[in-house]
C-alpha cells in the first residue's frame, strides 16, 4: 500500500481515507475485518441502540433506481442492528486486537429525551478500543417514531444536550451524523458544536420514496403493497452531501466526515476538495462489494500524479470558502466570451433547439469550410453573443471554449 494515501482524521493516522459507512456492510465484526482485509483505511459499525430496544426488520426493505443501466440511487427502510450490544463490544474488542493499524469506529443511537441512555451506550464504547464513536441523529425511517434518529438532528436543543452528553461521558472523540431532512443544517451543526463534537458526518440518507412501478401499480419498494418514507442514497444524493459538507464546514470549522454519493474516486476528490476530511462509502459497497476500494485507491493515486501532488493531504481544499451567497454572486458577476468548438461540434441542431426552448434563443447554424473535403461546407453551431450573457448550454455535444 502507497504511503502517499495516508492521511490523519481526529488524531488517527490511517492508511487511506476512505471508511465503510455505518450501514449493511459493517453490519458484524467479521464484515468489518473483510473489508480491513480488503484495503479500508476505517469502518464505522451498524448503530447499535438501548439494550431493551426490540430491532425487527421488514422484507423487502431495500430498492435500486437505474439509469443508463446503472445503479444511481437506493432507497432502504431498514433499522439499526438487530443484534445485541453485548455480542457487539466482544466483536469489537476482537477487531480491536486484530486490526491496530485501522480506524474503529463504533455508532450509537438512543431517544432524544433520554440522556442516561446515552451516557450508557458511551460508557460500554469506552471499554472496547474504538478510535471514535459516531452519535447517529439521521436515520430518517423507523427510528424517529421512537424519538430516535433524524428526529434528534431537527431540533437543536436536542442535538445540544445529546453531544454534550456523549462528550462528558466518552473517552475518545465523537462524531455527530447529522440529517440532512431539515430547513436549516448550520444550526444542527453549530449545536453540536456547542455540545464539544469533534467532528461532523453528514449527510444520512435522504427521505424519499424511490419510484412507482407504473403497470404493477404499486411502489417499487413495496411490503404486500404499502411503502414507507425511507431513505436515499446513492450517486444522485451526492449534490445535497456536498452541499451539507459545505455549509457544516462554514458553520463549525470542524472536521468533516463525508458521505453520501460516494461511487467513484473524483467523487471522494469532490469531497475532499470541499473541506472533508475522511470519505465514507456504503450504497457502491452493497453494490458491488468491499474491492471496490482498489479503484478508489489507484485513482487516487492517478489524480495526485496528475495534479502533482506526492500526498493526498496535498489534495485537501477549502472550497467550501468558495460557496456564498446569490446576492454575492450577482454583484461579482461578469460575462464571459464563448465560442463553439467548431472541430467537435457535428451541427447536428439539437442545441440550437435546446436554446431556443429554454428560453435563450442563444445559438444558430453557420456554414463553414469543410476542411476534410477539397471543396463543400458543412454546419456548425454559432454563438450570438448579444443573448449569451450568463447562459451556459446544457446540450451535450457541444464543448464551448471561453475566450
Same mark, same amino acid.
Given at each position: 500500500?502507497?504511503?502517499?494515501?495516508?492521511?490523519?482524521?481526529?488524531?488517527?493516522?490511517?492508511?487511506?481515507?476512505?471508511?465503510?459507512?455505518?450501514?449493511?456492510?459493517?453490519?458484524?465484526?467479521?464484515?468489518?475485518?473483510?473489508?480491513?482485509?480488503?484495503?479500508?483505511? +476505517?469502518?464505522?459499525? =451498524?448503530?447499535? &441502540?438501548?439494550?431493551?430496544?426490540?430491532? %425487527? *426488520?421488514?422484507?423487502?426493505? @431495500?430498492?435500486?433506481?437505474?439509469?443508463?443501466?446503472?445503479?444511481?440511487?437506493?432507497?432502504?427502510?431498514?433499522?439499526?442492528?438487530?443484534?445485541?450490544?453485548?455480542?457487539?463490544?466482544?466483536?469489537?474488542?476482537?477487531?480491536?486486537?486484530?486490526?491496530?493499524?485501522?480506524?474503529?469506529?463504533?455508532?450509537?443511537?438512543?431517544?432524544?429525551?433520554?440522556?442516561?441512555?446515552?451516557?450508557?451506550?458511551?460508557?460500554?464504547?469506552?471499554?472496547?478500543?474504538?478510535?471514535?464513536?459516531?452519535?447517529?441523529?439521521?436515520?430518517?425511517?423507523?427510528?424517529?417514531?421512537?424519538?430516535?434518529?433524524?428526529?434528534?438532528?431537527?431540533?437543536?436543543?436536542?442535538?445540544?444536550?445529546?453531544?454534550?452528553?456523549?462528550?462528558?461521558?466518552?473517552?475518545?472523540?465523537?462524531?455527530?451524523?447529522?440529517?440532512?431532512?431539515?430547513?436549516?443544517?448550520?444550526?444542527? +451543526?453549530?449545536?453540536? =458544536?456547542?455540545? &464539544?463534537?469533534?467532528?461532523?458526518?453528514? %449527510? *444520512?440518507?435522504?427521505?424519499? @420514496?424511490?419510484?412507482?412501478?407504473?403497470?404493477?401499480?404499486?411502489?417499487?419498494?413495496?411490503?404486500?403493497?404499502?411503502?414507507?418514507?425511507?431513505?436515499?442514497?446513492?450517486?444522485?444524493?451526492?449534490?445535497?452531501?456536498?452541499?451539507?459538507?459545505?455549509?457544516?464546514?462554514?458553520?463549525?470549522?470542524?472536521?468533516?466526515?463525508?458521505?453520501?454519493?460516494?461511487?467513484?474516486?473524483?467523487?471522494?476528490?469532490?469531497?475532499?476538495?470541499?473541506?472533508?476530511?475522511?470519505?465514507?462509502?456504503?450504497?457502491?459497497?452493497?453494490?458491488?462489494?468491499?474491492?471496490?476500494?482498489?479503484?478508489?485507491?489507484?485513482?487516487?493515486?492517478?489524480?495526485?500524479?496528475?495534479?502533482?501532488?506526492?500526498?493526498?493531504?496535498?489534495?485537501?481544499?477549502?472550497?467550501?470558502?468558495?460557496?456564498?451567497?446569490?446576492?454575492?454572486?450577482?454583484?461579482?458577476?461578469?460575462?464571459?466570451?464563448?465560442?463553439?468548438?467548431?472541430?467537435?461540434?457535428?451541427?447536428?441542431?439539437?442545441?440550437?433547439?435546446?436554446?431556443?426552448?429554454?428560453?435563450?434563443?442563444?445559438?444558430?447554424?453557420?456554414?463553414?469550410?469543410?476542411?476534410?473535403?477539397?471543396?463543400?461546407?458543412?454546419?456548425?453551431?454559432?454563438?450570438?453573443?448579444?443573448?449569451?450573457?450568463?447562459?451556459?448550454?446544457?446540450?451535450?455535444?457541444?464543448?464551448?471554449?471561453?475566450?
Amino acid at each position: 500500500m502507497s504511503q502517499r494515501l495516508h492521511t490523519e482524521f481526529l488524531g488517527v493516522e490511517v492508511e487511506n481515507p476512505w471508511c465503510v459507512a455505518s450501514a449493511p456492510p459493517a453490519a458484524t465484526g467479521k464484515l468489518m475485518a473483510d473489508a480491513f482485509d480488503a484495503g479500508w483505511g +476505517a469502518a464505522i459499525m =451498524k448503530t447499535v &441502540g438501548p439494550v431493551e430496544e426490540p430491532i %425487527i *426488520n421488514v422484507a423487502p426493505r @431495500i430498492q435500486t433506481m437505474k439509469k443508463w443501466n446503472r445503479e444511481i440511487a437506493m432507497q432502504n427502510i431498514e433499522l439499526i442492528t438487530d443484534r445485541r450490544l453485548s455480542v457487539w463490544l466482544d466483536e469489537l474488542k476482537t477487531l480491536r486486537k486484530r486490526y491496530p493499524q485501522k480506524m474503529i469506529i463504533g455508532s450509537i443511537m438512543a431517544p432524544g429525551h433520554d440522556m442516561d441512555a446515552w451516557a450508557q451506550l458511551i460508557e460500554a464504547m469506552n471499554g472496547v478500543g474504538c478510535d471514535a464513536v459516531e452519535l447517529n441523529l439521521g436515520c430518517p425511517h423507523g427510528m424517529p417514531e421512537r424519538d430516535m434518529g433524524a428526529v434528534c438532528s431537527q431540533d437543536a436543543e436536542i442535538v445540544y444536550n445529546i453531544v454534550s452528553t456523549a462528550k462528558g461521558a466518552s473517552k475518545v472523540p465523537i462524531l455527530t451524523k447529522l440529517t440532512p431532512n431539515v430547513t436549516n443544517i448550520k444550526m444542527m +451543526a453549530q449545536a453540536a =458544536k456547542r455540545g &464539544g463534537t469533534d467532528a461532523i458526518t453528514v %449527510i *444520512n440518507t435522504v427521505n424519499g @420514496i424511490i419510484g412507482v412501478d407504473i403497470y404493477k401499480r404499486k411502489p417499487h419498494l413495496s411490503v404486500n403493497g404499502y411503502t414507507a418514507i425511507g431513505g436515499i442514497s446513492g450517486n444522485a444524493v451526492k449534490p445535497m452531501g456536498l452541499k451539507c459538507v459545505a455549509e457544516c464546514k462554514q458553520a463549525t470549522g470542524l472536521p468533516i466526515s463525508a458521505t453520501g454519493g460516494i461511487t467513484t474516486w473524483s467523487d471522494g476528490v469532490e469531497y475532499l476538495l470541499m473541506g472533508a476530511g475522511q470519505l465514507q462509502v456504503c450504497t457502491e459497497i452493497m453494490i458491488r462489494g468491499f474491492k471496490i476500494v482498489a479503484g478508489l485507491n489507484k485513482g487516487l493515486e492517478s489524480y495526485l500524479d496528475q495534479m502533482g501532488y506526492q500526498t493526498i493531504d496535498q489534495a485537501k481544499g477549502e472550497l467550501y470558502k468558495n460557496v456564498t451567497t446569490f446576492e454575492y454572486l450577482l454583484e461579482h458577476s461578469s460575462s464571459e466570451k464563448v465560442q463553439v468548438n467548431e472541430e467537435t461540434c457535428t451541427g447536428c441542431n439539437l442545441c440550437v433547439v435546446a436554446c431556443h426552448d429554454a428560453g435563450y434563443d442563444a445559438l444558430k447554424l453557420k456554414e463553414i469550410p469543410d476542411l476534410k473535403r477539397t471543396q463543400g461546407t458543412r454546419k456548425v453551431a454559432e454563438v450570438i453573443s448579444i443573448n449569451v450573457r450568463g447562459v451556459i448550454c446544457a446540450s451535450p455535444c457541444v464543448q464551448f471554449l471561453h475566450v
